[in-house]
């Protein structure tokens, strides 16, 4: 046997190996740095999008509400300025005293009460009479199925307490009610209650309300001899000095048919 190259063999055999092993051993390390890299990566993305969705969330800033539009052709707007159907209504001790006028916000036109604040805020109610005679005609009354309109609050002071303990100038709750005078001349209808609110801003947005004969197929509404059917609209529960707002008040038919305006 030839021993020297036998020996030459196994050294070339262990040199092989051995280079095999650093590639294996270069391969791992590459593989693992790369892992390494991608989870970091993957790390730092992910907190980025929470850092920034959390950014975002806590910068994020509140619209101020916005007046809303007459949607029917018979609606009273206020545009011609004329409120001479409408007057405030002082008859209690807890009834808010001021006075009306046609004032314009955000370019819309709307009957303003402006209160005096003369009366404490606690258990005061803001009360505004409609006469319906007069917008649209006696010989429509016994028509008149139900009334919707819309109500704001603004707020002229800082009483309103949110909660965080911070006073702030909002109106807060805006809620109340409305009743009339039916066919007999002498039965008081209670209409429902309405309810809504703004907490973060002076003005709020629109309330919509519907005033609705429910029991009018009883006779329980207005008559074409009434001389004056008229309806109150309501605001109490009243949480910081604030004005009242009325605006796009529309009568409507059991079909749901708008009422023309007419104007006595």
Known sequence: MDYKKLIASAMVFSVLAASAGCGEKESSSE????????????TVAEDTAAEEETTEAATEELVPPVPSEATDDNAITFDDDDFSFAEV??????????????????????????DS?????????????????????????DKVNYIEFD???????????????????????????????????ETWYDFSEYSGGEYNFDMSGAVHVKFKFLLAAGGHKWSNEMEDANFLIMRWGIQNESNLYIDNIVFYDEEGNSLPIVKE
Do not use: C, R
């Not at 892992?35 to 970091?40: G, H, S, V, Y």
């Not at 609050?153 to 702030?168: C, R, S």
């Open 31 to 42: 593989a693992e740095s790369v892992n390494e890299t991608t989870i970091a990566d993957t």
């Open 89 to 114: 209504v002082t008859d209690d001790d807890y009834a808010a005293t001021g006075e009306l006028s046609v004032v314009e916000v955000q370019g819309n036109k709307m009957l303003k009460f402006t």
């Open 151 to 185: 109500v704001y609050g603004d707020a002229t002071a800082d009483k309103l307490v949110n909660e965080l303990g911070e006073n702030v100038k909002a109106p807060g709750w805006i809620g109340g009610g409305g009743g009339t005078i039916i066919a007999d001349g």
């Open 117 to 141: 604040g003369e009366i404490a805020l606690d258990g005061k109610v803001q009360k505004i009479k409609i006469h319906a005679n007069q917008l649209i005609g006696a010989e429509n009354l």
